[in-house]
């Protein structure tokens, strides 16, 4: 089975700060993906960035980057020079082999302040 | 990226009404489409895949008769809540694939509302 454990219910960063948000993963298969999406008030699922579990760099996208650790099974979200639009909540999800479904971690909400 | 809706954005329906649910892909063939159910300040938790012209394939503890998934076609997939109570009330939220594709692409959710 798998799991997704984000232990930070909730994170505070000063704009223009990098803030890491945590994410461990559990899973017995060698071929996985792990996703990171943004969710605002609003609701709707944003996505933000995936790491392969092949993949030999760590993903970036623009302000976003994944700091993949696959010994320690860990995949955390560092966001750099934080934004007050940055404010949502965060999930952290992972696919098995396949492509089936998505597995979500409880989301960390992360509040930037000015 | 693919864009996916979700219509109505907002449902206030009767106890003991159905209500249903439309998820769309606008500029993909979904081969796949995903239901979740989201509550106040809890992650999503995963109640169907449906593929289509096939039967969905309900998560357990999900009741397949209370809430009917139809996938007919390669762009549009609804969700049938039947017989709704206030406990039904929550935050549904569709997702779909492509084929071969790697991302699922969420629609903006549903907010649904039993009295």
Known sequence: ????????????????????????????DQSYGLFWYKQPSSGEMIFLIYQGSYDEQNATEGRYSLNFQKAR?????????????????????????????????????LLVSP | GAVVSQHPSRVICKSGTSVKIECRSLDFQATT?????QFPKQSLMLMATSNEGSKATYEQGVEKDKFLINHASLTLSTLTVTSAHPEDSSFYICSARGGGGREQYFGPGTRLTVT
């Open chain 1, 73 to 109: 099974k860990s995949a955390n979200l560092v966001i750099s020079a934080s934004q007050l639009g940055d404010s949502a909540m965060y999930f952290c999800a992972l696919r098995n082999s396949g492509y089936s479904t998505l597995t979500f971690g409880k989301g960390t909400m």
């Open chain 2, 33 to 37: 489409m995903f239901w979740y159910r």
């Open chain 1, 1 to 28: 089975a798998q799991k997704i454990t984000q232990t930070q219910p909730g994170m505070f960063v000063q704009e223009k700060e990098a803030v890491t948000l945590d994410c461990t993963y559990d899973t017995s």
